[in-house]
């Protein structure tokens, strides 16, 4: 059967292969901290693969700064974790620590014009268009749509026996993104879009890496990758020629429709987002905000569910409406659970970060993974204690899931009242218990890292 391409989804594809030439290629070990120096394929398997591990066992060897090597070769990465330090690397010149080529391993996908891939003045034009999408005024408009997917999808859960929560709050999560993002309502097109996205989130790791091998893209692995990619990008461009024929456009308050209204006020001649801009953008909400919220929610119940008193506070405070502890038992989650493992910035010219003077060229990344178990920054780093983030213990800069300065994520609070939303739903109308002998672990799946067993919970339907 011939596969219907986009001429845009195979220039994106051409043009955004991640692996090719890089001014990375003149660092050297000698020019960057110490670290393993066994070779780069090695270790980018190690952090792709094996990173909740391997990080730590890193640090506990080299330090709190140390630095690996990884594809292509001569292309470095230095860790750092310290609240100083990760503070330097958010607040430095964006003219210098270029986000967009630390993220280039997600070009194909999400395409050049990416919020997470671009850099400088283009940076600043997709961010001012797409701020007016997640200001406080439009979050409290999706709030009730949100409130309203929930409580379908709660409402089919079997009591008295165990499921993935994980299962359910990613089925749940992509409701929210075709629903409240794309704005897609009909049946037949959530239909279509549905297994596609499933597939494009759930793509292997070696995907991601194998964009940038022409050879490997032979393999019937990564030939299905770039079908389903390409078959999605055929929906999403159809459903925003639709939306844009659209005759009450200004009336609809999806995200996409909010979108495809917005302009630039400063530039008279600024036309809005370009289909190829909102394609990527729609596709790096569905990437950053799907499953990331999803495996946020799944940790949550894990958490809940393994201790009553946890359990009850949770329930009371859903009872109440207490939407600050809520967001506090989701942040906690995310602390102890990290589902992204670091912020990456690439160095167009030489800079210092903790002291530490580093080339052109380098990678440097802020560690979520060794910030947020840091016994320093949390004290007590292994107890799930949502309460810390009431009471001021937790200091800027060591709670890092969203990045953080001009950079940080601009749809963290979109991310947190969706949580929220989902919680109260829950915990108000179940009581929320682990199946006997749960144990849980962290697994990476492509560029997040999940509950390895699927978070099992059971429900039972709350008498009071």
Known sequence: MTIQIDPRTEARFEKMRPLGPSPSAKVTGEDVPPGPRYPGLLQSVMLMRYRHT????????????????????????????????????????????????????????????SLLLQDSSQHKRARKLLMPAFNGAALRGYESMIDGLAKTE??????????????RMNALTLEVILQVVFGVTDEARLAEMRPLVNRTVNVSPAVFLGWGFPRLQRLPMMRRAFENQAALDLVIYAEIAERRAASDLEHRTDVLSRLLLVRDEDNPTDSGLTDEELRDQLVTLLLAGHETTATALAWALHEIGKDPVQERRARDAATAGDNDYLEAVLKEAMRLHPVIPMVVRHLMEPATIGGVDLPAGANVAASIILAHESEANHPDHLTFRPERFLEGEVATNTWIPFGGGVRRCIGAGFSLMEGVAVLREVLSTYDVTLPPGTKEEAKVRNITSVPKHGAKIIVKKRTA
């Not at 750092?80 to 620590?97: C, L, N, S, T, Y």
């Open 154 to 167: 709660v409402g089919t859960w079997t009591e008295g026996t165990a499921f993935e929560s994980l299962e």
């Open 54 to 113: 391997w990080l730590p066992r890193l640090h506990r060897r080299y330090g709190d700064v140390f630095s690996i090597k990884i594809l292509p070769e001569g292309r470095w990465m230095v860790f750092f974790h310290r609240p100083e330090h990760v503070r330097e690397i958010f607040a430095g010149d964006p003219e210098v620590f270029h986000a967009g080529k630390g993220n280039a391993i997600l070009g194909p996908v999400m395409g050049e014009h």
